[in-house]
């Protein structure tokens, strides 16, 4: 059997000593005694007084801080970071044009330069002075003298540390003796348990656990599932008094939130020539056209909204909108190439096929569907094989795209203009494949064909 272990606090330790005390009743005891204290010799010395006493850092032979300096590094680090971090981000890694700012280092980097200069100073200055005075120290052992708590009121305290190089016992007891002080003591170690008290241990770890509960809430709530609404714990934030795209709003006369453009402008990077490839037809060729002019006054992104020059009769197979009238160009202005042709297709799969088909005959999945349920408010894809469509000059079929015709929308923010060309030759391709002779077909091809029964 084993003895048990002697517990720490049980045995008596002989108290530590951390050197010496002296006390006096005014500041000039106290700035003769400490200019002794530093003729001596000793550096590892301290002073605690009730108000800050002139020349004490001297009589004590503190020498000046070096925190100033290491506070002008700290602003000329920040100020570098400030530099080089506006220079690379702007000027080397994204370029990115401001006002038309140079790029890198400007004018405009003064005041995060300025900012981060100061950042740095402050925070080296604070950090630098806690750390450069020990800090924090939670406990002194002068705390443990009762005389010592005066030293805020009405007396002056002079110490002399026992881990200073030239300390011994003795002599500076001697020395702090020869100053005439009102009492001299001895600093002796603190002796109360240095352990945190188990009430406040409790007490912090009851306020850890309760921090910890809003985020088990979030979780809990983020994992599982609830058929109540849900909480709104930033109600304004939830519910904010803003205008989302296809709601209304009583700001404008007509309601919408959504803004048209305003007439007579364009957005910036929306500019295109007034040309054929942008069009669908030719301007130039306009007023060769009889009975056109109101054409341009009402034209707005390309289409004619509504003109004199439109018929007003519904077309047969199907169409039951009025075509607009235009010197549609008839000569595609892409390489009817492979590329394209591919390009055409894909976007014709994507945008066209849902109601159009994917051969063209206006029998796509959506159109079938609507057909199926027999809405009334369902214009039906016109077959793009219709007698009037195949006669369609390539520009019409553009300007269809590009503005809807009728009851199809338009699609010019979905496809780009070479896109809509793509989409116009794929559109000729399906109708020649349904239209072909035999002449279309390659000579060495020919006999691969079995003839119709
Ligand atoms: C949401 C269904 C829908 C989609 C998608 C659609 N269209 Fe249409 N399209 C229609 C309807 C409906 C009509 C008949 C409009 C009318 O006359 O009111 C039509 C008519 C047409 C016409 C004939 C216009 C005329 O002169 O009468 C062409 C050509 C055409 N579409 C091409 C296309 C192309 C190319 C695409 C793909 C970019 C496309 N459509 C996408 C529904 C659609």
Redesign the pocket.
């Known amino acids: 059997m084993s003895e048990p272990k002697p517990r720490k606090s049980s045995e008596p330790k002989a108290p530590r000593s951390f050197g010496w005390m002296a006390e006096f009743s005014d500041e000039h005891a106290l700035l003769d005694a400490a200019k002794k204290v530093r003729d001596s010799g000793y550096t590892r010395t301290d002073a605690f007084t009730p108000f800050p006493v002139h020349g004490i850092d001297e009589a004590l032979g503190i020498k000046p801080t070096i925190l100033p300096f290491i506070v002008l590094c700290a602003g000329l680090t920040g100020l570098c970071t400030a530099l080089l971090m506006q220079w690379w981000m702007n000027g080397v890694d994204y370029p990115y044009l401001i006002s038309g700012k140079p790029l890198g280092i400007s004018p405009a980097a003064i005041p995060v330069s300025f900012e981060l200069t100061i950042l740095f100073s402050a925070f080296t200055s604070v950090f630098g002075m806690i750390f450069l005075n020990g800090l924090p120290r939670f406990s002194n052992p002068v705390f443990t003298n009762p005389k010592f708590d005066r030293a805020t009121n009405d007396k002056f305290f002079l110490y002399v540390d026992a881990r200073d190089r030239y300390y011994n016992r003795e002599s500076v007891r001697e020395l702090l003796g020869a100053t005439h002080p009102e009492s001299l003591d001895e600093v002796i170690e603190d002796s109360t348990p240095a352990s945190i008290p188990k009430p406040i241990l409790l007490g912090a770890l009851l306020l850890v656990l309760a921090g910890l509960i809003p985020a088990m809430i979030v979780l809990n709530m983020r994992a599982g599932f609830s058929d109540l609404p849900r909480w709104h714990v930033w109600f304004d934030m939830d519910f904010q008094p803003k205008k989302k795209p296809q709601q209304t709003t009583t700001v404008f006369a007509d309601g919408r939130t959504m803004r048209p453009q305003v007439t007579g402008t364009v957005a910036r990077g929306q500019y295109t020539e007034q040309d054929p490839f942008y069009l669908g037809w030719d301007p130039s060729k306009l007023s060769a056209m009889e009975g056109s002019n109101p054409i341009l006054v009402s034209y707005q992104d390309g289409a004619p909204q509504s003109s004199p020059t439109q018929s007003s009769t519904p077309?047969a197979d199907?169409?039951?909108?009025p075509?607009p009238k235009l010197p549609f160009i008839t000569q595609l202005p892409i390489e009817a190439d492979e590329e394209h042709m591919k390009l055409g297709k894909a976007?014709?799969e994507i945008?066209?096929s849902?109601?159009?088909g994917y051969s063209g005959f206006g029998d796509g999945l959506?159109?079938t569907r609507a057909q199926a349920l027999q809405q009334d408010t369902w214009?039906?894809?016109?077959s793009?094989h219709a007698g009037?469509?195949q006669i369609?000059p390539v520009g019409?079929?553009f300007h269809?795209?590009t503005n809807g015709?009728?009851?199809?929308?338009p699609?010019a923010t979905a496809?780009t203009p070479k896109e809509r060309w793509a989409?116009v030759l794929y559109?000729k391709a399906l109708q020649r494949s349904r239209n072909a002779s035999i002449e279309d077909v390659p000579v060495e091809e020919r006999t691969k064909l079995t003839p119709a029964p």
């Not at 199907?318 to 909108?321: I, N, P, R, W």
């Not at 015709?405 to 929308?409: D, E, H, L, V």
Request: some cysteine; glycine content about 8%; hydrophobic content about 45%.
């Open positions: 077309m199907g169409g039951s909108a075509a976007k014709y945008y066209c849902a109601c159009h959506v159109a214009t039906a894809p016109t793009l009037r469509v369609q019409q079929i269809t795209i015709q009728g009851k199809m929308a699609y496809l989409v559109v």
